[in-house]
């Protein structure tokens, strides 16, 4: 009896294991794949070329451009979420009744159960041509439309973490400040806000984290074309989008090619690491304030 | 004194108004959007779209291979992902609370959550398609798809397990029952419903996703119907992509036929878990 109460700890413990093997997986392979390509371009060339051309005849290797796209699409993706989602998380914690709260906030997070790839259609189908009659010079491909819609994509994260955020500040506090004849609005954002401020920030930076990693979205609607530049209405290519445009051909195994992608997922993966850690540092001082 | 109260007044209102009008326009998203869908695909899905191989032609073709992709994908992947899953949950939640290992794995769980799902097909691109020999398989894809899963199925379990209260566990080893006695026959059962809304939302995650699937090595075209796990194959997802890739107007009409497919399963499997989660809260009080 107890071998095999042993037996089925060890079994259970191997399979709660995977999720280190597969940390180092990722690391592996992303560090193990990657160092060839580190061998033939120094990391300076890497982050100073302006130029991201690996699959033309002449070649540069500028991570920059794809960095840049990705960095344009997820601020015009934060500019819409951020504002919308933390006034919606306001709405519905002070101002909007519970039964309302309760009926909305499952609509709107359906938002986010959408799979990426129908977001993609509605930026290059719907959202492209509408924003054409404003911008007649925008051409089918931008990077606005996919920041937008996936701006739409994150409001439910935004708003769902950062209403609970609100919704966990003591009741005494918001009790003292209408106590002192403070308006919701007032108590919104001058105790409410600035008390929840750990919680908002960590919804906010994992909102960012998430737009930086998305791919269908700017594969379909932004463009395949390495751009240095901060014009939302040029197409752009992002990190996400160059993996798989190279996926998508026949690129020969251990080509200089089939490295570059490592490459670029090293450095995505690098860019995503940091955000989720900032998020886990202030998630850690939000949980020592209140409890 | 009064004027500014009065400001202060117009303000609150003028603010409750955009959050009234913030909230519409989320909402007002997803009515075009579903609108849209529906308007221009409805008419083109019928019973040969939804039994067609795919054709150069956009009025012959059809979503069959990406349908039976998907199904495959899905059911291999909960084969893979549940077991591993609820045993990694049991493991973290029941057994090791304050062993090292327990909170190294903890650590990395949370950091997997957070990385970007098209990394996984990297990951898989290295490990599954070549240091294995897997080649470009359903095998390969499901495994990929279940390592991105895994988190949210970890999470749920360990939420639902910790739902029950100790009394159950002490009532247990009060019978003399073991641990893992204990655990199958109490704490399994009475947490079956938490879990199974996790495990339900982790798959309709599944079969939504695409990326990883593209750079692991899915077909993005083509018309053999996958019969063994070691087959090529395409997704559904995938098939929208291509087809939204394409410039005649006929395959954008077809995309969005396939999408109304596609959400129609997304939300049923959401659906599931949403009603499942009701029932589970009402029926256990403890």
Redesign the interface.
């Known amino acids: 009896m107890r071998i095999k109460e042993k037996i089925i700890e060890g079994l259970l413990l191997l399979s709660a294991a995977i999720s280190i093997l597969t940390t180092f997986g990722i690391l592996y392979v992303l560090i193990s794949d990657s160092y060839p390509f580190f061998q033939k371009v120094s990391l300076l060339e890497f982050f100073t070329d302006t130029q991201w051309t690996p699959l033309f005849a002449d070649k540069h290797f500028g991570i920059l451009p794809l960095v840049a796209g990705t960095l344009l699409t997820s601020g015009i993706a934060i500019a819409v979420a951020l504002p919308i989602g933390l006034t919606i998380a306001i709405y519905l914690n002070e101002y909007a009744s519970p039964g309302f709260r309760k009926v909305i906030k499952p609509i709107l997070e359906i938002l986010a159960t959408i799979p990426t790839v129908v977001y993609g259609f509605f930026a290059l189908v719907v959202i492209t041509p509408y924003l054409q009659n404003f911008f007649p010079e925008m051409g089918g491909f931008n990077a606005l439309s996919p920041g937008i819609v996936m701006g739409i994509m994150i409001i439910p994260l935004i708003s769902s973490m950062s209403e609970d955020a609100l919704y966990a500040v003591p009741k005494s506090l918001r009790e003292a400040s209408y106590g002192m004849g403070a308006t919701r609005l007032q108590t919104s954002f001058r105790v409410l806000v600035p008390a929840a401020s750990s919680g908002i920030i960590v919804s906010t930076i994992l909102a960012i984290s998430r737009a930086v990693g998305e791919t269908m979205i700017v594969a379909i609607a932004a463009g395949q074309q390495p751009n240095l530049t901060a014009n939302p209405l040029e197409p752009v290519e992002t990190i996400t989008t160059y993996i798989v445009q190279v996926s998508l051909g026949d690129v020969v195994q251990g080509s200089l090619e089939y490295q570059t992608i490592f490459a670029a997922g090293i450095t995505l993966f690098a860019l995503t690491f940091v955000l989720n850690n900032i998020s886990f540092y202030f998630k850690k001082r939000f949980r020592e304030k209140y409890e | 004194m009064s004027k500014r109260n009065s400001i202060?007044?117009i303000?609150?209102q003028v603010?409750?108004w955009?959050?009234?009008a913030?909230?519409i326009?989320?909402?007002a998203?997803?009515a075009?959007?579903l609108y849209?869908?529906l308007s221009e695909g409805i008419p083109r899905l019928d019973w040969q779209f939804l039994t067609s191989l795919p054709s150069r032609k956009p009025e012959n073709a059809g979503i069959f291979v990406g349908i039976v992709g998907s199904l495959w994908i899905m059911g291999l992947t909960a084969l893979i992902a549940i077991?591993?899953g609820v045993?990694?949950g049991?493991?973290?939640e029941e057994?090791?609370k304050k062993n090292m290992?327990?909170s190294?794995?903890e650590i990395?769980?949370?950091?997997?959550a957070?990385?970007?799902?098209?990394?996984?097909?990297?990951?898989a691109?290295?490990?599954f398609v070549?240091v294995l020999g897997f080649g470009k398989s359903l095998l390969t894809g499901s495994l990929t798809l279940s390592?991105l899963v895994?988190?949210i199925i970890?999470v749920a379990t360990r939420e639902s397990l910790k739902a029950v209260p100790n009394t159950i566990r002490e009532a247990s080893y009060a019978l003399g029952a073991?641990?893992?006695q204990t655990i199958l026959y109490q704490i399994l059962p009475a947490s079956a419903g938490g879990i199974m809304t996790g495990v339900i939302l982790a798959l309709?995650r599944a079969?939504?996703?695409?990326?990883p699937l593209?750079?692991s090595?899915a077909l993005?075209y083509t018309s053999v119907i996958p019969s063994h796990p070691m087959d090529d194959f395409s997704v559904l997802?995938?098939q929208?992509?291509n087809w939204?890739?394409r410039p005649q107007k006929g395959f954008?009409v077809n995309?969005?036929a396939a999408?109304i497919v596609?959400?129609g399963i997304?939300?049923i499997m959401?659906g599931i878990a949403?009603y499942l989660r009701n029932r589970w809260q009402k029926k256990i009080k403890w």
């Open positions: 202060n007044r303000n609150d603010f409750k955009f959050g009234i913030c909230t326009f989320g909402l998203m997803l075009i959007f849209s869908v077991p591993l045993a990694s049991i493991y973290l057994y090791g290992i327990a190294f794995i990395n769980i949370t950091n997997l957070g990385v970007p799902s098209i990394i996984y097909g990297l990951l691109l290295e490990i070549r390592l895994l988190p970890i073991t641990k893992w309709s079969v939504g996703e695409s990326a593209i750079v090595g993005i997802p995938i929208i992509f939204l890739s954008i995309a969005t999408i596609l959400l997304t939300f959401n949403i």
